[in-house]
């Protein structure tokens, strides 16, 4: 079965009590990460998990380092054609900012499971 990301946020009043996934291992890394963070960390990191895990279309179990380094690829690719590129350093593909908050985002989640024992 391969886990399919759907963001899902819970508001009471004006406040976001809760994002979810859809997965019971990603979910509780959200959980884990809202009750630390500001709340813009906790939307960012919710998205950058979605964006991974709508490219590597795997349960979290059976990702593997060669999956990290694939999404990091594509997140390097091309967006618009070949001849858009970034103003600030003439290279294609999204921010090294980006790339590295995105690669943050699964790294926290991946220590978060191993400290847990979830993962090996």
């Given at each position: 079965?391969?886990?399919?990301p759907c963001l899902v946020r819970?508001?009471?009043?004006?406040?976001?009590?809760?994002?979810?996934?859809?997965?019971?291992?990603?979910?509780?890394?959200?959980?884990?990460?809202?009750?630390?963070g500001a709340t813009n960390t906790?939307?960012?990191?919710?998205?950058?998990?979605?964006?991974?895990?709508?490219?590597?279309?795997?349960?979290?179990?059976?990702?593997?380092?060669?999956?990290?380094?694939?999404?990091l690829a594509a997140q390097r690719?091309?967006?618009?054609?070949?001849?858009?590129?970034?103003?600030?350093?003439?290279?294609?593909?999204?921010?090294?900012?980006?790339?590295?908050?995105?690669?943050?985002?699964?790294?926290?989640?991946?220590?978060?499971?191993?400290?847990?024992?979830?993962?090996?």
């Amino acid at each position: 079965m391969t886990f399919v990301p759907c963001l899902v946020r819970s508001i009471e009043g004006s406040e976001l009590v809760s994002i979810t996934l859809g997965h019971r291992l990603v979910d509780g890394y959200l959980e884990f990460v809202g009750a630390r963070g500001a709340t813009n960390t906790w939307l960012a990191v919710a998205y950058d998990l979605k964006v991974f895990f709508e490219v590597v279309a795997k349960e979290p179990a059976e990702v593997t380092a060669a999956d990290v380094f694939a999404f990091l690829a594509a997140q390097r690719a091309p967006r618009r054609g070949e001849r858009v590129v970034r103003i600030e350093d003439g290279e294609s593909g999204l921010a090294a900012r980006t790339i590295a908050r995105r690669l943050s985002s699964v790294a926290g989640l991946f220590e978060y499971l191993l400290a847990r024992g979830d993962a090996e």
